[in-house]
Protein backbone atom coordinates (compact mmCIF):
# COMPACT_ATOMS: atom_id res chain seq x y z
CA UNK A 1 0.00 0.00 0.00
CA UNK A 2 2.20 3.37 -1.15
CA UNK A 3 -0.89 5.32 0.30
CA UNK A 4 -2.30 5.84 3.98
CA UNK A 5 -5.51 6.80 3.05
CA UNK A 6 -6.23 3.79 0.49
CA UNK A 7 -7.17 1.71 3.48
CA UNK A 8 -10.39 3.11 3.64
CA UNK A 9 -11.26 0.78 0.64
CA UNK A 10 -11.40 -2.00 3.79
CA UNK A 11 -14.43 -0.29 5.07
CA UNK A 12 -16.09 -0.98 1.71
CA UNK A 13 -14.84 -4.57 1.30
CA UNK A 14 -16.32 -5.79 4.87
CA UNK A 15 -19.45 -4.66 4.07
CA UNK A 16 -19.44 -5.90 0.45
CA UNK A 17 -18.37 -9.25 1.50
CA UNK A 18 -21.24 -9.14 4.24
CA UNK A 19 -23.68 -8.22 2.29
CA UNK A 20 -22.62 -11.19 -0.02
CA UNK A 21 -23.25 -13.55 2.64
CA UNK A 22 -27.16 -12.02 3.44
CA UNK A 23 -27.62 -12.02 -0.04
CA UNK A 24 -26.72 -15.51 -0.55
CA UNK A 25 -28.48 -16.91 2.62
CA UNK A 26 -31.66 -15.45 1.19
CA UNK A 27 -30.89 -17.06 -2.18
CA UNK A 28 -31.34 -20.18 -0.78
CA UNK A 29 -34.33 -19.23 1.25
CA UNK A 30 -36.12 -18.02 -2.28
CA UNK A 31 -35.09 -21.26 -3.95
CA UNK A 32 -36.83 -23.61 -0.90
CA UNK A 33 -40.08 -21.11 -1.43
CA UNK A 34 -39.83 -22.63 -5.21
CA UNK A 35 -40.32 -25.60 -3.36
CA UNK A 36 -42.12 -24.41 -0.62
CA UNK A 37 -44.32 -21.42 -0.65
CA UNK A 38 -44.73 -20.69 3.25
CA UNK A 39 -41.33 -21.74 4.28
CA UNK A 40 -40.24 -18.44 5.72
CA UNK A 41 -42.08 -16.19 7.52
CA UNK A 42 -41.65 -13.21 4.59
CA UNK A 43 -43.09 -14.04 1.57
CA UNK A 44 -41.03 -14.81 -2.00
CA UNK A 45 -41.55 -11.07 -3.65
CA UNK A 46 -40.10 -9.86 0.00
CA UNK A 47 -37.25 -12.40 0.51
CA UNK A 48 -36.41 -12.10 -4.03
CA UNK A 49 -36.35 -8.11 -3.34
CA UNK A 50 -33.75 -8.63 -0.35
CA UNK A 51 -32.08 -11.11 -2.56
CA UNK A 52 -31.43 -9.03 -6.11
CA UNK A 53 -31.22 -5.66 -4.01
CA UNK A 54 -28.01 -6.94 -1.49
CA UNK A 55 -26.23 -8.54 -4.73
CA UNK A 56 -26.64 -4.98 -6.35
CA UNK A 57 -25.53 -2.63 -3.04
CA UNK A 58 -22.44 -4.86 -2.20
CA UNK A 59 -21.11 -5.05 -5.72
CA UNK A 60 -21.13 -1.20 -5.44
CA UNK A 61 -19.58 -1.15 -2.50
CA UNK A 62 -17.03 -3.57 -3.40
CA UNK A 63 -16.51 -1.07 -6.50
CA UNK A 64 -16.20 1.90 -4.02
CA UNK A 65 -13.52 0.13 -2.31
CA UNK A 66 -11.39 -0.88 -5.41
CA UNK A 67 -11.69 3.22 -6.36
CA UNK A 68 -10.72 4.04 -3.39
CA UNK A 69 -7.83 2.09 -3.42
CA UNK A 70 -7.08 2.79 -7.40
CA UNK A 71 -7.62 6.69 -7.45
CA UNK A 72 -4.43 7.35 -4.75
CA UNK A 73 -2.78 4.88 -6.56
CA UNK A 74 -2.88 6.43 -10.16
CA UNK A 75 -2.81 9.96 -9.38
CA UNK A 76 0.06 9.42 -7.09
CA UNK A 77 -1.41 11.07 -3.86
CA UNK A 78 -3.20 10.68 -0.53
CA UNK A 79 -7.28 11.09 -1.12
CA UNK A 80 -8.46 14.54 -0.92
CA UNK A 81 -10.46 14.17 2.08
CA UNK A 82 -10.34 10.70 4.48
CA UNK A 83 -13.02 11.59 6.49
CA UNK A 84 -15.11 12.44 3.61
CA UNK A 85 -15.11 8.79 2.65
CA UNK A 86 -15.87 7.86 6.16
CA UNK A 87 -18.87 9.83 6.25
CA UNK A 88 -19.81 8.79 2.71
CA UNK A 89 -19.37 4.82 4.02
CA UNK A 90 -21.81 5.28 7.29
CA UNK A 91 -24.41 7.48 6.01
CA UNK A 92 -24.79 4.46 2.92
CA UNK A 93 -24.33 1.81 4.93
CA UNK A 94 -27.19 3.16 7.38
CA UNK A 95 -28.91 4.21 4.96
CA UNK A 96 -28.94 0.56 3.31
CA UNK A 97 -29.79 -0.64 6.86
CA UNK A 98 -33.11 1.42 7.02
CA UNK A 99 -33.80 0.46 2.87
CA UNK A 100 -33.50 -3.73 4.02
CA UNK A 101 -35.89 -3.05 7.50
CA UNK A 102 -38.42 -1.60 5.13
CA UNK A 103 -38.47 -4.50 3.13
CA UNK A 104 -39.05 -6.90 6.32
CA UNK A 105 -41.38 -4.40 7.64
CA UNK A 106 -43.33 -4.18 4.87
CA UNK A 107 -43.28 -7.97 4.19
CA UNK A 108 -44.61 -8.32 7.48
CA UNK A 109 -47.42 -5.84 7.24
CA UNK A 110 -48.05 -4.57 3.99
CA UNK A 111 -50.16 -1.78 4.64
CA UNK A 112 -47.33 -0.01 6.86
CA UNK A 113 -46.33 0.83 2.77
CA UNK A 114 -48.23 3.99 3.28
CA UNK A 115 -47.80 6.94 0.84
CA UNK A 116 -46.19 10.16 2.67
CA UNK A 117 -45.58 12.94 0.10
CA UNK A 118 -46.76 11.68 -2.52
CA UNK A 119 -44.40 8.36 -2.79
CA UNK A 120 -44.45 4.96 -1.03
CA UNK A 121 -42.54 5.18 2.13
CA UNK A 122 -41.00 1.45 2.37
CA UNK A 123 -41.12 0.46 -1.46
CA UNK A 124 -41.76 1.89 -4.85
CA UNK A 125 -42.53 -1.82 -6.35
CA UNK A 126 -40.57 -1.86 -9.23
CA UNK A 127 -38.28 -4.16 -9.83
CA UNK A 128 -34.67 -4.04 -9.10
CA UNK A 129 -35.19 -0.59 -8.02
CA UNK A 130 -37.43 -1.05 -5.38
CA UNK A 131 -35.64 1.59 -3.14
CA UNK A 132 -38.15 3.94 -1.86
CA UNK A 133 -37.86 7.61 -3.10
CA UNK A 134 -36.22 9.22 0.08
CA UNK A 135 -33.26 6.50 -0.35
CA UNK A 136 -32.99 6.72 -4.20
CA UNK A 137 -32.02 11.07 -2.47
CA UNK A 138 -29.58 9.50 -0.24
CA UNK A 139 -28.36 7.11 -2.65
CA UNK A 140 -27.64 9.39 -5.15
CA UNK A 141 -26.42 11.92 -2.57
CA UNK A 142 -23.46 9.20 -1.47
CA UNK A 143 -22.27 8.77 -4.95
CA UNK A 144 -21.67 12.14 -5.48
CA UNK A 145 -20.00 12.66 -2.39
CA UNK A 146 -17.68 9.66 -3.68
CA UNK A 147 -17.53 11.02 -7.11
CA UNK A 148 -16.48 14.49 -5.69
CA UNK A 149 -13.68 12.83 -3.38
CA UNK A 150 -12.66 10.89 -6.18
CA UNK A 151 -12.37 13.89 -8.69
CA UNK A 152 -10.64 16.01 -6.43
CA UNK A 153 -7.97 13.70 -5.40
CA UNK A 154 -7.18 13.57 -9.36
CA UNK A 155 -6.89 16.90 -9.25
CA UNK A 156 -4.56 17.19 -6.90
CA UNK A 157 -1.76 16.36 -8.60
CA UNK A 158 -2.98 16.87 -13.02
CA UNK A 159 -2.08 13.31 -13.25
CA UNK A 160 -4.61 11.75 -15.44
CA UNK A 161 -4.09 7.73 -16.33
CA UNK A 162 -6.33 6.44 -18.64
CA UNK A 163 -7.44 3.65 -16.23
CA UNK A 164 -8.28 6.49 -13.96
CA UNK A 165 -9.90 7.98 -16.75
CA UNK A 166 -12.55 4.95 -17.65
CA UNK A 167 -12.84 4.27 -14.18
CA UNK A 168 -14.22 7.65 -13.04
CA UNK A 169 -16.28 7.79 -16.39
CA UNK A 170 -18.01 4.25 -16.00
CA UNK A 171 -19.02 5.68 -12.24
CA UNK A 172 -20.19 9.00 -13.67
CA UNK A 173 -22.20 7.14 -16.27
CA UNK A 174 -23.96 4.91 -13.31
CA UNK A 175 -24.81 7.85 -11.26
CA UNK A 176 -26.44 9.75 -14.51
CA UNK A 177 -27.98 6.17 -15.07
CA UNK A 178 -29.78 5.82 -12.03
CA UNK A 179 -31.68 9.45 -12.40
CA UNK A 180 -34.56 7.88 -15.31
CA UNK A 181 -35.65 5.12 -12.20
CA UNK A 182 -36.72 8.04 -9.78
CA UNK A 183 -39.71 9.16 -11.40
CA UNK A 184 -42.84 7.53 -13.06
CA UNK A 185 -44.61 8.16 -16.75
CA UNK A 186 -48.49 7.89 -16.90
CA UNK A 187 -47.67 5.31 -19.35
CA UNK A 188 -46.64 1.44 -18.34
CA UNK A 189 -45.10 1.62 -21.75
CA UNK A 190 -43.19 4.73 -21.33
CA UNK A 191 -42.35 3.91 -17.99
CA UNK A 192 -40.49 0.69 -18.47
CA UNK A 193 -38.72 2.32 -21.15
CA UNK A 194 -36.98 4.26 -18.98
CA UNK A 195 -37.05 1.59 -16.06
CA UNK A 196 -35.04 -0.35 -18.35
CA UNK A 197 -32.43 2.82 -18.54
CA UNK A 198 -31.29 2.02 -15.12
CA UNK A 199 -31.60 -1.99 -15.39
CA UNK A 200 -30.10 -2.12 -18.48
CA UNK A 201 -27.09 0.82 -18.97
CA UNK A 202 -26.04 -0.12 -15.46
CA UNK A 203 -25.34 -3.80 -15.89
CA UNK A 204 -24.49 -3.74 -19.57
CA UNK A 205 -23.08 0.06 -19.80
CA UNK A 206 -21.19 1.57 -17.22
CA UNK A 207 -20.72 -1.27 -15.13
CA UNK A 208 -18.77 -3.04 -17.97
CA UNK A 209 -16.40 0.31 -17.81
CA UNK A 210 -15.56 -0.44 -14.32
CA UNK A 211 -14.39 -3.83 -14.79
CA UNK A 212 -12.40 -2.89 -17.93
CA UNK A 213 -10.33 -0.12 -15.92
CA UNK A 214 -10.57 -2.60 -13.13
CA UNK A 215 -9.00 -5.65 -15.31
CA UNK A 216 -6.43 -3.33 -16.51
CA UNK A 217 -5.29 -2.19 -13.21
CA UNK A 218 -5.47 -5.90 -12.01
CA UNK A 219 -3.50 -6.88 -14.57
CA UNK A 220 -0.68 -4.11 -14.29
CA UNK A 221 0.04 -4.44 -10.63
CA UNK A 222 0.04 -8.23 -10.74
CA UNK A 223 1.97 -8.57 -13.70
CA UNK A 224 3.90 -5.17 -14.13
CA UNK A 225 2.76 -5.20 -17.54
CA UNK A 226 3.26 -1.86 -20.16
CA UNK A 227 0.59 0.87 -19.26
CA UNK A 228 0.38 2.21 -22.71
CA UNK A 229 -0.33 -1.57 -24.14
CA UNK A 230 -2.83 -2.21 -21.50
CA UNK A 231 -4.63 1.41 -21.93
CA UNK A 232 -5.30 0.54 -25.62
CA UNK A 233 -6.58 -2.52 -25.50
CA UNK A 234 -9.19 -0.39 -22.33
CA UNK A 235 -9.91 2.06 -25.02
CA UNK A 236 -10.64 -0.34 -27.73
CA UNK A 237 -13.13 -3.02 -25.16
CA UNK A 238 -14.54 0.08 -23.62
CA UNK A 239 -15.59 1.72 -27.03
CA UNK A 240 -17.45 -1.64 -28.32
CA UNK A 241 -18.74 -1.92 -24.82
CA UNK A 242 -20.80 1.07 -25.16
CA UNK A 243 -21.33 1.41 -29.06
CA UNK A 244 -23.26 -2.49 -28.38
CA UNK A 245 -24.07 -1.87 -24.81
CA UNK A 246 -26.29 1.16 -25.35
CA UNK A 247 -27.96 -0.02 -28.78
CA UNK A 248 -28.22 -3.58 -27.51
CA UNK A 249 -31.35 -2.12 -24.68
CA UNK A 250 -33.13 -2.72 -27.52
CA UNK A 251 -33.76 -6.53 -26.54
CA UNK A 252 -35.48 -5.08 -23.65
CA UNK A 253 -38.04 -3.66 -25.75
CA UNK A 254 -39.50 -6.17 -27.99
CA UNK A 255 -42.75 -6.80 -26.35
CA UNK A 256 -43.28 -3.54 -24.40
CA UNK A 257 -45.48 -1.77 -26.59
CA UNK A 258 -42.57 -0.41 -28.85
CA UNK A 259 -42.07 0.58 -32.30
CA UNK A 260 -41.07 -2.93 -33.99
CA UNK A 261 -37.69 -1.48 -35.39
CA UNK A 262 -36.55 -2.30 -32.16
CA UNK A 263 -36.50 -6.04 -33.18
CA UNK A 264 -33.75 -5.31 -35.61
CA UNK A 265 -32.01 -2.69 -33.29
CA UNK A 266 -31.81 -4.79 -30.49
CA UNK A 267 -31.06 -8.01 -32.51
CA UNK A 268 -28.27 -7.08 -34.14
CA UNK A 269 -26.35 -5.17 -31.63
CA UNK A 270 -27.34 -7.88 -28.75
CA UNK A 271 -25.57 -10.49 -31.32
CA UNK A 272 -22.16 -7.75 -31.11
CA UNK A 273 -22.15 -7.66 -27.56
CA UNK A 274 -19.91 -10.64 -26.68
CA UNK A 275 -17.40 -9.29 -29.01
CA UNK A 276 -15.46 -7.02 -26.82
CA UNK A 277 -16.16 -9.49 -23.82
CA UNK A 278 -13.84 -11.65 -26.02
CA UNK A 279 -11.42 -9.19 -26.37
CA UNK A 280 -11.41 -9.08 -22.65
CA UNK A 281 -10.38 -12.57 -22.31
CA UNK A 282 -7.94 -12.52 -24.95
CA UNK A 283 -6.31 -9.42 -23.55
CA UNK A 284 -6.17 -11.47 -20.22
CA UNK A 285 -4.34 -14.09 -21.71
CA UNK A 286 -2.39 -12.30 -23.84
CA UNK A 287 -0.95 -10.26 -21.06
CA UNK A 288 -0.69 -13.38 -18.90
CA UNK A 289 1.22 -15.27 -21.32
CA UNK A 290 3.77 -12.48 -22.48
CA UNK A 291 4.85 -11.94 -18.72
CA UNK A 292 7.82 -13.08 -17.72
CA UNK A 293 8.15 -11.94 -14.16
CA UNK A 294 7.47 -14.54 -10.95
CA UNK A 295 3.69 -13.66 -10.11
CA UNK A 296 3.79 -14.00 -5.70
CA UNK A 297 -0.33 -13.05 -5.64
CA UNK A 298 -1.15 -16.69 -8.16
CA UNK A 299 -4.53 -16.06 -6.22
CA UNK A 300 -5.19 -12.63 -7.80
CA UNK A 301 -4.22 -13.48 -11.06
CA UNK A 302 -6.43 -16.51 -11.27
CA UNK A 303 -9.72 -14.76 -10.31
CA UNK A 304 -8.90 -11.83 -12.63
CA UNK A 305 -8.84 -14.24 -15.96
CA UNK A 306 -11.23 -16.04 -14.18
CA UNK A 307 -13.55 -13.10 -14.35
CA UNK A 308 -12.86 -11.84 -17.84
CA UNK A 309 -13.59 -15.78 -19.09
CA UNK A 310 -16.90 -15.78 -16.97
CA UNK A 311 -18.08 -12.13 -18.20
CA UNK A 312 -17.97 -13.36 -21.41
CA UNK A 313 -19.21 -17.00 -21.04
CA UNK A 314 -21.85 -15.60 -18.66
CA UNK A 315 -23.25 -12.08 -20.08
CA UNK A 316 -21.82 -12.67 -23.55
CA UNK A 317 -22.84 -16.42 -24.59
CA UNK A 318 -25.62 -17.12 -22.43
CA UNK A 319 -26.67 -13.45 -22.83
CA UNK A 320 -26.95 -13.96 -26.62
CA UNK A 321 -28.66 -17.47 -26.98
CA UNK A 322 -31.62 -15.42 -25.62
CA UNK A 323 -32.12 -12.26 -26.93
CA UNK A 324 -32.51 -12.49 -30.42
CA UNK A 325 -36.18 -11.73 -30.80
CA UNK A 326 -36.75 -15.41 -32.96
CA UNK A 327 -35.70 -17.13 -29.28
CA UNK A 328 -36.82 -14.39 -27.17
CA UNK A 329 -40.83 -14.51 -28.22
CA UNK A 330 -40.55 -18.07 -26.65
CA UNK A 331 -38.21 -17.83 -24.11
CA UNK A 332 -39.06 -13.59 -22.34
CA UNK A 333 -39.37 -14.00 -18.95
CA UNK A 334 -38.41 -18.05 -18.14
CA UNK A 335 -36.17 -19.47 -16.34
CA UNK A 336 -33.53 -19.26 -19.02
CA UNK A 337 -33.24 -15.65 -18.40
CA UNK A 338 -32.58 -16.22 -14.78
CA UNK A 339 -30.18 -18.54 -15.53
CA UNK A 340 -28.49 -15.94 -17.43
CA UNK A 341 -28.55 -13.33 -14.87
CA UNK A 342 -27.19 -15.48 -12.29
CA UNK A 343 -23.95 -16.29 -14.63
CA UNK A 344 -23.27 -13.35 -16.06
CA UNK A 345 -23.85 -11.20 -12.46
CA UNK A 346 -20.97 -13.80 -10.93
CA UNK A 347 -18.58 -13.51 -14.11
CA UNK A 348 -18.99 -10.25 -14.86
CA UNK A 349 -18.70 -8.65 -11.15
CA UNK A 350 -19.12 -10.99 -8.04
CA UNK A 351 -15.58 -12.21 -9.52
CA UNK A 352 -14.54 -8.62 -9.99
CA UNK A 353 -14.90 -7.41 -6.93
CA UNK A 354 -13.83 -10.53 -5.65
CA UNK A 355 -10.61 -10.68 -7.46
CA UNK A 356 -9.96 -6.98 -6.46
CA UNK A 357 -9.65 -8.24 -2.70
CA UNK A 358 -7.46 -10.51 -3.25
CA UNK A 359 -5.38 -8.25 -5.54
CA UNK A 360 -5.28 -5.13 -3.38
CA UNK A 361 -6.14 -6.79 0.44
CA UNK A 362 -3.10 -8.05 0.81
CA UNK A 363 -1.08 -4.64 0.39
CA UNK A 364 -3.67 -3.36 2.73
CA UNK A 365 -2.91 -5.68 5.31
CA UNK A 366 1.03 -4.81 4.93
CA UNK A 367 1.77 -8.62 3.62
CA UNK A 368 3.49 -9.56 0.45
CA UNK A 369 2.86 -13.35 1.08
CA UNK A 370 -0.65 -15.15 2.15
CA UNK A 371 -1.58 -18.26 2.67
CA UNK A 372 -4.27 -18.55 -0.94
CA UNK A 373 -5.32 -22.15 -0.22
CA UNK A 374 -8.45 -21.03 1.06
CA UNK A 375 -8.84 -18.55 -1.51
CA UNK A 376 -8.73 -21.24 -3.98
CA UNK A 377 -10.87 -23.61 -2.22
CA UNK A 378 -13.41 -20.59 -2.10
CA UNK A 379 -13.63 -19.94 -5.92
CA UNK A 380 -13.83 -23.56 -6.61
CA UNK A 381 -16.86 -23.92 -4.56
CA UNK A 382 -18.35 -20.74 -5.56
CA UNK A 383 -17.86 -21.39 -9.47
CA UNK A 384 -18.59 -25.03 -9.60
CA UNK A 385 -21.74 -24.26 -7.56
CA UNK A 386 -22.76 -21.72 -9.94
CA UNK A 387 -22.15 -23.73 -13.12
CA UNK A 388 -24.91 -26.69 -11.75
CA UNK A 389 -27.27 -23.77 -10.78
CA UNK A 390 -26.98 -22.13 -14.16
CA UNK A 391 -27.07 -25.38 -16.21
CA UNK A 392 -29.96 -26.25 -13.75
CA UNK A 393 -32.42 -23.67 -14.24
CA UNK A 394 -31.44 -23.29 -17.90
CA UNK A 395 -32.98 -27.07 -18.19
CA UNK A 396 -36.18 -25.51 -16.43
CA UNK A 397 -36.08 -22.62 -18.43
CA UNK A 398 -36.18 -25.43 -21.75
CA UNK A 399 -39.11 -27.40 -20.18
CA UNK A 400 -40.77 -24.12 -19.08
CA UNK A 401 -40.80 -22.72 -22.78
CA UNK A 402 -41.46 -25.60 -24.34
CA UNK A 403 -44.64 -26.87 -22.14
CA UNK A 404 -46.11 -23.54 -21.34
CA UNK A 405 -45.39 -21.65 -24.69
CA UNK A 406 -45.61 -24.70 -27.15
CA UNK A 407 -48.10 -27.18 -25.58
CA UNK A 408 -50.17 -24.36 -23.10
CA UNK A 409 -49.91 -25.70 -20.00
CA UNK A 410 -50.27 -23.12 -16.93
CA UNK A 411 -47.38 -21.53 -15.23
CA UNK A 412 -48.03 -23.96 -11.60
CA UNK A 413 -48.61 -26.92 -13.10
CA UNK A 414 -45.54 -26.89 -15.44
CA UNK A 415 -43.65 -25.41 -12.05
CA UNK A 416 -45.13 -28.25 -9.46
CA UNK A 417 -45.04 -31.31 -11.64
CA UNK A 418 -42.26 -31.14 -14.52
CA UNK A 419 -39.69 -29.00 -12.92
CA UNK A 420 -39.50 -29.87 -9.10
CA UNK A 421 -36.58 -31.57 -9.18
CA UNK A 422 -34.88 -28.81 -11.05
CA UNK A 423 -35.57 -26.70 -8.07
CA UNK A 424 -33.88 -29.78 -5.72
CA UNK A 425 -31.07 -29.62 -7.41
CA UNK A 426 -30.88 -25.89 -7.68
CA UNK A 427 -31.52 -25.50 -3.36
CA UNK A 428 -28.65 -28.21 -3.12
CA UNK A 429 -26.27 -26.41 -5.79
CA UNK A 430 -27.65 -23.26 -3.49
CA UNK A 431 -25.99 -24.64 -0.29
CA UNK A 432 -22.61 -25.66 -2.42
CA UNK A 433 -22.28 -21.95 -2.91
CA UNK A 434 -23.08 -21.05 0.36
CA UNK A 435 -20.12 -22.85 1.42
CA UNK A 436 -17.74 -21.05 -0.95
CA UNK A 437 -18.94 -18.11 0.32
CA UNK A 438 -18.73 -18.86 3.98
CA UNK A 439 -15.21 -20.06 3.17
CA UNK A 440 -14.57 -16.03 1.34
CA UNK A 441 -15.83 -14.46 4.38
CA UNK A 442 -13.17 -16.34 6.70
CA UNK A 443 -10.38 -16.14 4.90
CA UNK A 444 -11.07 -12.79 4.08
CA UNK A 445 -11.12 -11.29 7.70
CA UNK A 446 -7.96 -13.64 8.15
CA UNK A 447 -5.81 -12.93 5.42
CA UNK A 448 -2.35 -11.28 6.92
CA UNK A 449 -3.56 -11.97 9.89
CA UNK A 450 -1.50 -15.58 9.93
CA UNK A 451 1.56 -17.33 8.52
CA UNK A 452 1.55 -17.44 4.78
Known sequence: MQYKSQKIAQNFYTAAVLLFLVQVIVGIVAALQFMWPDFFFLNFNTVR???????????????????????????????????????????????????????????????????????????????????????????????????FNCVMTV???????????????????????????????????????????????????SWELIAAALLAFMLHKLLGTDVKVLAKWMYIEVGLVMFTGILGLGHHYYWIGTPKYWLWVGGIFSSLEPIPLLLMVWDAFRTTRETRAPVSNRLGLYLTVSHAIFNFVGAGLWGVVHTL??????????????????????????LLVVAMIYVTLPSI????????????????????????????????????????????????????????????????????????????????????????
Not at 72 to 78: A, H, K, L, N, V
Not at 91 to 106: C, D, K, N, R
Not at 172 to 195: E, H, I, N, R
Not at 377 to 394: A, D, E, G, N, Q
Request: aromatic share 18%.
Open 49 to 147: TLHINALVVWLLMGMMGATYYVVPEESETELWSVPLANLQFWATVFAVGLVIIGYIVMGINPQANMQVFGTNLLNEGREYIEAPRWADVLIVISVLLFL
Open 155 to 205: LKTKKFTAVQGVLLGGLTFLALMYLPGMFYTKSMVMDQYWWWWVVHLWVEG
Open 325 to 350: PQVNKWTHGTQVTTAHGHLAFYGAYV
Open 365 to 452: RGVKEYNQTRGYLSFWWMTISMIFIVITITGAGMVQTYLERLFGLDYVTVKANYNLWFWIFRAIFGAGFLVGVLILVVDYFKLGKEKA
